[in-house]
């Protein structure tokens, strides 16, 4: 590097005076070596060097230049005096463990003429040096934390491996490679306490040690982001027991059940992070909702980014299926239901189960909800059966079968009835408040009489006094309206505005505004009329007729307090975490079905704000009428949970037999039989009718995927010499691999087939309408009038697409003029076709406002329709790739999934990739230049904060944060690409 010479003095002397001094400790048994402690780089009260002065070197002292501007030096004597508050810091951070090692060290030390302390500084920042030099992430850990026997054989030993010397030329070497570092030393003093605290962190969690580290077996940085990010700064009783759970110690599976805001996720939250951390293993996340996992992404990116690991959104279609090639950093998927499934099936298929270390389930109760609780049985069914290393983490609010799901998931379980604000329930007959109070015979007791004076118009107006319940506790503290049908809460709304006193309006007035002209901006200068009323007042509705962009901004203003009040759908209350001081159920209906307990239980879990408010009550409005059903709700136990499996047919237990012979996971009759003994369906099968056993329904279910073409074989009788084995046809897998539902798989490959012979591609209507998922069709009623205008709009070439997939011209002419129909068509093809209008006019306008209006339907439904059909297009996507017949719809379709992924203009995609922005993010920034990823990556978040309006710091770093780790990943993938291109083959022709 230097020419002839070990430095760029022109001389070898530095080295040389190293080398000898060295060789002189080397030959003095009584000496304790100081193995490289006097070798440190960070900024600590050493002698200032100005630029010339790269090197300097005494007898007492070695310095190592770490950058262009600065360089530090320490002298053995300053070691305890002026370093003495940074070190001891140091080792107030470090885990018990890696201090237990220290103690040993003195005692092995001592009659040195180094000091106790002194040895344990050195022997600390000498661990900090290490880690920033390593280029490894936890290098090994078993060395660097064992007990370090300073014998005089081990000395030698020690600098056989690598000398001082060595270590000075590999530390100058890399210094002239390096370039100029961009961050402080003492931000890289701290990293490297942090890695190496992973590291001890690691080795102790596999050693299942009693000894947890400074946070529950992790890193201090962890509790400074929980304090940094959440505001917490201490875990409740119940939480600290249930992680020092000997089962958790253990890595068994585990279920626990608290009520709602006890405090649950942040338990799930460091058992990913160990695994994360310290295991080094990919962990799943599966929650009921795609807000959730929206919201659950946001909250957790910031710990990834800091932490170094990836968290991946897995909820719609921009979910992305783990590359099939090593992974370069480990990833926390959180993943819908639907997603877990798929990525689980991926892992399965590539042989790669085992890198899946943790599964963590949010609302295990969902196991007996439909055809979601059928997935999720088949999800978790195959990890256990698949996977003997991966742990299963349930948690829930309700549960009441538990013996049930523990036989199921093989695991121990914790319960706790701790709430960290006391919750008491009330119901409300006429003007009446009764306590719910299971103790007195009919549950409940007289509490208190309403104290509002109603005019005789206003009892009108208002007959179940929600005015008076409301304006108790708003707009200083919050409150939750659940309404049973999504234009109750809209009624509910602008009712109460009309009434409202207007000293309602200056609570918060410009925040308000503020609110307004961001709804509008969404919009595209539309907002709907009734939130343009009830906002001034600090009230909204929230239910699925909302955009994803509107419910993310009204969640936001209700969570900061700009709005006090939502009137919302039962689904608010099994989603996104937005807590009351009063939760009132407008009556004990859900559309028109009549409460059940676990939905009551969800819904009143919302009140009540844990750090906020010293209280939480819940009000149910009855009816006279329903007094005797509402004391049974209130006073009964949780509903057992049932497996769906039989109940959801195609989705359930068809599809799970179709992937368990495709995967081949069980390909034998008995095989199949063993699996389905451990699924929840098997643990429960003594509720089986008693016409049908489980032995003869799985016999009936494969014979049928036979008969559909998607097996092959034959099923064999248990007395039968040899087993009879079973394989998936080129249909059946491409039915699983693109996880199509049972029931209309036969019905796609007809459709994908009669478009090979006559694919119109003028326009993207023909792929929009293959596209289009079938199970939206039932809850479609066309308007005959729009149908013929927007039929009369197309050009010939697309009309011709109506005609090819089967309605007739004179069909729609007669619905719309409402003339009697003759020729039968089908109801199914003309609703998935009328919806294939819809999204081929939202791809033309981008705008979910004025397509609804156009089409007189909720914008919450066409933006459910759009997230349906990216996710179905995605689906229909996979299930061509395994039939090489359909090859021309691979390409067709990528570009197609990528659009309505998205449904911006073209121009935007690269920053909707990113983490957190929406379509009218990605306008703002677009329109402040930030046009690209890289745009993104490598912005200063104080320029964003001043540059987008209504863009929070905290926000402008997030998106920062996320560019840079996508763009890292990008590169990473490409860099994977290239040296799978460059790799030598092992196989070539002539070569041994």
């Not at 055809?371 to 999800?379: D, F, K, P, Y």
């Not at 919302?568 to 159920?585: F, K, S």
Request: charged share 25%; glycine share 6%.
């Amino acid at each position: 590097m230097f020419g002839d010479h070990d430095s760029f003095y022109g001389n070898d002397s530095l080295l040389a005076e190293v080398d000898d001094i060295e060789k002189k400790y080397l030959q003095d048994k009584n000496t304790n070596i100081k193995v490289a402690g006097e070798i440190i780089i960070g900024n600590q009260s050493g002698i200032h060097q100005k630029k010339q002065d790269n090197f300097s070197n005494s007898e007492n002292m070695v310095v190592l230049k770490a950058d262009k501007e600065d360089a530090f030096q320490m002298n053995e004597n300053d070691l305890v005096d002026s370093n003495q508050e940074l070190t001891e810091s140091i080792l107030d951070d470090l885990p018990s463990s890696q201090l237990l090692c220290f103690e040993k060290t003195d005692e092995l030390s001592s009659g040195s003429r180094i000091s106790p302390v002194s040895e344990r500084r050195n022997k600390c920042v000498n661990f900090s040096l290490d880690k920033i030099r390593s280029p490894s992430f936890c290098p090994d850990t078993e060395h660097r934390n064992r007990p370090t026997d300073f014998s005089s054989e081990s000395k030698c030993d020690l600098f056989k491996t690598e000398s001082l010397k060595d270590h000075l030329k590999s530390a100058m070497t890399g210094n002239a490679k390096a370039q100029t570092l961009q961050v402080s030393k003492t931000k890289q003093l701290k990293e490297a306490v942090l890695s190496e605290e992973i590291c001890v962190a690691r080795k102790t969690i596999e050693s299942s040690s009693v000894d947890i580290g400074p946070f529950y077996g992790l890193p201090s940085k962890v509790r400074d982001l929980f304090s940094q990010f959440r505001g917490i700064e201490m875990l409740y009783e119940w939480q600290h027991d249930c992680l020092m759970l000997e089962s958790l110690q253990q890595r068994k599976n585990l279920i626990y059940s608290l009520p709602t805001s006890g405090g649950k996720t942040l338990v799930a939250e460091i058992i990913i992070l160990q695994e994360l951390l310290c295991r080094q293993k990919d962990v799943l996340m599966i929650l009921p909702y795609v807000a959730i996992v929206q919201e659950k992404v946001r909250g957790l990116s910031s710990f990834g980014i800091e932490l170094g690991f990836l968290v991946e959104e897995y909820a719609g279609s921009k979910g992305r299926f783990p590359p099939v090639k090593r992974r370069i950093k480990k990833s926390l998927y959180i993943a819908t239901i639907e997603k877990g499934h798929a990525l689980v099936n991926s892992l399965i298929e590539t042989e790669r189960i085992d890198d899946l270390g943790l599964v963590v389930v949010d609302e295990l109760h969902m196991l007996g909800e439909g055809s979601r609780g059928a997935t999720l049985e088949i999800t978790l069914a195959k990890i256990l059966y698949t996977s003997k290393n991966t742990q299963i983490i349930g948690m829930s609010a309700t549960l009441n079968n538990v013996g049930d799901l523990q036989k199921f998931l093989q695991a121990e379980y914790y319960t706790n009835n701790f709430r960290p604000v006391e919750l008491k329930e009330y119901v409300k007959i006429r003007d009446s408040i009764y306590a719910v109070d299971s103790k007195t015979e009919n549950g409940f007791t007289f509490s208190r009489l309403l104290n509002f004076k109603y005019s005789s118009n206003l009892e009108k107006a208002d007959p179940d006094h929600i005015i008076a319940l409301v304006t108790e506790v708003i707009p200083k503290y919050s409150c939750l309206i659940f309404c049973p049908t999504k234009k109750n809460c809209e009624n509910v709304a602008s009712m109460l505005c009309k009434y409202l006193k207007k000293e309602f309006r200056a609570h918060r007035d410009k925040e308000k505004q503020d609110l307004i002209k961001n709804l509008e901006n969404i919009g595209n200068g539309s907002v709907c009329p009734i939130l343009k009323q009830t906002i001034p007042f600090g009230i909204a509705y929230h239910h699925s007729g909302l955009t994803n962009d509107e419910r993310k901004s009204i969640e936001e203003a209700y969570s900061t307090g700009v709005l006090c009040l939502l009137a919302c759908t039962a689904t608010l209350a099994a989603g996104v975490n937005l807590p009351a001081r009063r939760v009132i159920l407008r009556a004990p209906y859900v559309a028109n079905d009549f409460l059940k307990k676990n939905q009551y239980k969800q819904m009143i879990g919302r009140a009540g704000r844990a750090g906020i408010d010293s209280a939480g009550e819940s009000i149910l409005i009855v009816q006279e009428k329903d007094k005797h059903l509402v004391q049974d709700l209130v006073n009964s136990p949780l509903e057992n949970c049932y497996s769906s499996l039989l109940l959801e047919l195609t989705k359930g237990m068809q599809s799970l037999l179709l992937s368990l012979v495709g995967l081949k996971i069980a390909v034998t009759h008995e095989e199949v039989n063993n699996f389905m003994c451990s699924t929840l369906l098997g643990i429960q099968q003594q509720l089986l009718s008693k016409e049908k056993s489980l032995a003869e329904i799985i016999k009936d279910g494969l014979e049928n995927l036979i008969e559909k073409g998607l097996l092959k074989g034959r099923i064999c009788e248990k007395d039968h010499s040899s087993e009879c084995t079973l394989t998936i046809t080129p249909l059946g897998k491409a039915t699983y691999k693109g996880s199509i539902d049972l029931a209309y798989c036969n019905l796609l490959y007809r459709e994908l087939k009669k478009g090979l012979e006559g694919l119109i591609l003028e326009s993207n209507l023909h792929l929009l309408y293959l596209a289009t998922p079938y199970d939206m069709t039932s809850n479609c009623s066309p308007d005959w009038m729009i149908y013929l205008k927007q039929f009369n709009q197309l050009s010939a070439a697309e009309q011709k697409v109506v005609d090819i997939v089967g309605v007739p011209e004179s069909f729609i002419t007669k619905k719309a003029s409402g003339q009697a129909i003759r020729k039968n068509v089908d109801s199914a093809v003309v609703n998935r076709l009328y919806l294939s209008f819809v999204l081929y006019t939202l791809l033309k306008e981008t705008n979910i406002w004025s397509v609804s209006e156009k089409f007189n339907m909720s914008r919450g439904y066409v933006q459910n329709l759009l997230n349906s059909a990216a996710s179905f297009a995605s689906c229909v996507l996979h299930f061509s790739e395994e039939l090489e017949e359909f090859w021309v719809y691979k390409a067709l379709l990528t570009e197609l999934t990528k659009k309505l992924t998205y449904c911006v203009k073209t121009e935007l995609i690269p920053l909707m990739e990113v983490a957190g922005i929406l379509e009218a993010r990605a306008k703002q920034l677009y329109n402040a230049g930030y046009k690209t990823l890289a745009h993104l990556a490598n912005a200063n978040p104080e320029t964003l904060v001043k540059m987008i309006e209504h863009l929070s710091r905290r926000q402008a770093k997030q998106i920062v944060s996320s560019a840079k780790m996508l763009l890292s990943e990008k590169a990473e993938a490409l860099q994977e690409e290239v040296e799978e291109l460059l790799k030598v083959p092992t196989d070539i022709p002539g070569t041994c």
